[in-house]
């Protein structure tokens, strides 16, 4: 049970990596302006939000299993202190390693999902400027010279 666990927790590795690269090709075409590009990427990110879900599942069915052996782990157990209470010094490396390479993995791709954000906001906020350049219309509010907020309101009436 203990080698299954590491096989799942190797596929979840290799598909956080996988997202990263994903992310790093998203950013890519956001830059670009590249919106066919980037709706394949998002129909990718779909799926491979699908595989982690699936994978997580498994991780979790396997877990409660071997914790059914061992009446130390609960709930608020860590993944580490419970990996330290694999049967073999060596399962418990491999267990340790994995959960850094995942834990690496993981940061690594909220990193770049986090800047693909600002890229995209930044987008959005340049289209819709133009838009409203375009159109004639402003968006309240807007800012004055010190920071301060300015409204377009009429100050006169002039129905005289």
């Known amino acids: ?3 299954k666990l590491i096989e799942v927790l190797d596929k979840i590795c290799t598909v956080y ?3 990263a690269k994903l992310g790093e090709r998203k950013r890519d075409a956001l830059v670009a302006v590249d919106m066919e590009g980037l709706s394949k990427i998002l129909d990718e990110e779909q799926l491979i939000a699908a595989q ?6 498994q991780r979790g069915a396997i877990l409660q299993e071997l914790s059914k052996d061992n009446p130390a782990v609960n709930s608020n157990t860590k993944a580490e202190d419970f990996y330290k209470t694999a049967p073999t010094q060596f399962l418990t490396k491999q267990l340790l390693a994995i959960h850094k390479k995942i834990s690496q993995n993981v940061e690594r ?3 770049i999902r986090d800047h693909n954000q600002i ?9 819709n ?11 309240e509010p807007t800012y004055g010279a010190k920071g301060a907020v300015v409204t377009h309101q009429k100050k ?3 129905k005289a």
């Open 119 to 127: 890229l995209a906001q930044s987008a959005l906020d340049a289209v």
């Open 109 to 111: 791709t909220l990193k």
């Open 129 to 139: 400027s133009k838009l409203n350049q375009l159109s004639g219309a402003f968006v």
């Open 156 to 158: 006169f009436d002039y």
């Open 1 to 3: 049970m203990w080698q």
């Open 17 to 19: 990596d996988k997202l």
């Open 52 to 57: 982690i879900q699936k994978l997580e599942q």
